[in-house]
Structures are given as C-alpha cells and as structure tokens.
T-cell receptor, first 109, second 113 residues
Framework: TQLLEQSPQFLSIQEGENLTVYCNSSSVFSSLQWYRQEPGEGPVLLVTVVTGGEVKKLKRLTFQFGDARKDSSLHITAAQPGDTGLYLCAGDRDYKLSFGAGTTVTVRA | KAGVTQTPRYLIKTRGQQVTLSCSPISGHRSVSWYQQTPGQGLQFLFEYFSETQRNKGNFPGRFSGRQFSNSRSEMNVSTLELGDSALYLC????????????FGQGTRLTVV
C-alpha cells in the first residue's frame, strides 16, 4: 500500500489545456516534493513545499501544499508537449522519502 | 558541478547470480539513497547511507545490501537474483544539511533472465 496516493494515474490532454494532479495521504509530512521523470532518466526535482497552505509557482506550474500537510496538488496551465512525463510526489517523514505511484502525463501537439 | 553518476546503465544477469551497482554522488553530498523502480510498485526505497553508515532501510529482503565508502561513493549488491528483481535501480544523493531533496542519477536498468 502506497503511503501517498496519486490521481489520476494517467492523463492525456491537448496542448494548451490545463491539468491538475493530486497527491493525498492520511499521514503528515515535514515537506512534500514534486519530481518529473522522463523515459530513460532519473526523476528531477521540481519543487519542495514545506509550510501548510503554501503555494509555489514555477512558470506555468503551480504547486500547493494542504493546510494539514497531508496532501498536495500540481496544476499546469496551458500545457505544452514538453510537459510530458511521469510526475511523482514524495513525502518527507523522519528524513525518509516515500513516493507516490506517479501520474503519467501526455500532452498532444 | 557534475551530477549523480550510476554505472553501468544496463545489465543483464541470469537468475541466481549476484550483481553490484555503483553510484557516485554529487561532490559534497554525503547522503546516498537507493531506490527500486518497477511499473507495478513504483519507486520503492531500499536504503540510505550517510558518512559510511546505513541510516535508513526499506522493506527489502537481506539479498539487497549496500555500502558507502569514505569518498561518499556507494555500491549496492543483490545476491541470488530472482526474475522479480528486474527493475530500474536509482541512486540519489542529498546534501548533508538535513535536506531530503534528492538528486537522482539516470539509473541502472537490470534485467534478470
């Protein structure tokens, strides 16, 4: 059983559309990190959120940490084909990362 | 600065054999973690080493072991390979400032036949 549940598992959208990926848990985390992984590569850190209710923006990507520090969301505005990849959330508890199963995002041109 | 380097990139082994994978962390990073990634289970934590000591361990059988050297380079070993050990093995390094932000290598793709 995954400590972090990600939804949806797969997402296929047209270029220019918006999308949201969710990461939920019943556990509280010290921080939550989002990574993107492309085929044949290791995950790359996108952002870390630490404070409950925190919102961080990275160009067209908006990350939010839930008030109770149990959940997070990633919103992409006007998605582009370059946003295609596997998005992973990871929660930090006692200096140990637990990863969600990931959301595979495909943006069609 | 150079990223995390894992060798080899690809490996094919026969059931029952053993394998050793290598990881060189980012210069200055003293924490090295290992993960197994499979389509069915996702990213599963194997273990973490800090200053040559295993600091955290995941729920994997004793066939999976690791070590870290004084220069922070790390190796993981899998003995008596099983078909189910086929996976992408990822190494990640973190700075020694208490951060868990992980910088991953490209991984070693292990296929057990």
């Amino acid at each position: 059983t995954q400590l972090l549940e990600q939804s949806p598992q797969f997402l296929s959208i047209q270029e220019g559309e918006n999308l949201t990926v969710y990461c939920n848990s019943s556990s509280v985390f010290s921080s939550l990190q989002w990574y993107r992984q492309e085929p044949g590569e290791g995950p790359v850190l996108l952002v870390t959120v630490v404070t409950g209710g925190e919102v961080k923006k990275l160009k067209r990507l908006t990350f939010q940490f839930g008030d109770a520090r149990k959940d997070s969301s990633l919103h992409i505005t006007a998605a582009q084909p370059g946003d295609t990849g596997l998005y992973l959330c990871a929660g930090d508890r006692d200096y140990k990362l637990s990863f969600g199963a990931g959301t595979t995002v495909t943006v069609r041109a | 600065k150079a990223g995390v380097t894992q060798t080899p990139r690809y490996l094919i082994k026969t059931r029952g054999q053993q394998v050793t994978l290598s990881c060189s962390p980012i210069s200055g990073h003293r924490s090295v973690s290992w993960y197994q990634q499979t389509p069915g289970q996702g990213l599963q934590f194997l273990f973490e080493y800090f200053s040559e000591t295993q600091r955290n361990k995941g729920n994997f059988p004793g066939r999976f072991s690791g070590r870290q050297f004084s220069n922070s380079r790390s190796e993981m070993n899998v003995s008596t390979l099983e078909l189910g050990d086929s996976a992408l093995y990822l190494c990640a390094s973190s700075s020694s400032t208490g951060s868990t932000e992980a910088f991953f290598g490209q991984g070693t793709r292990l296929t057990v036949v």
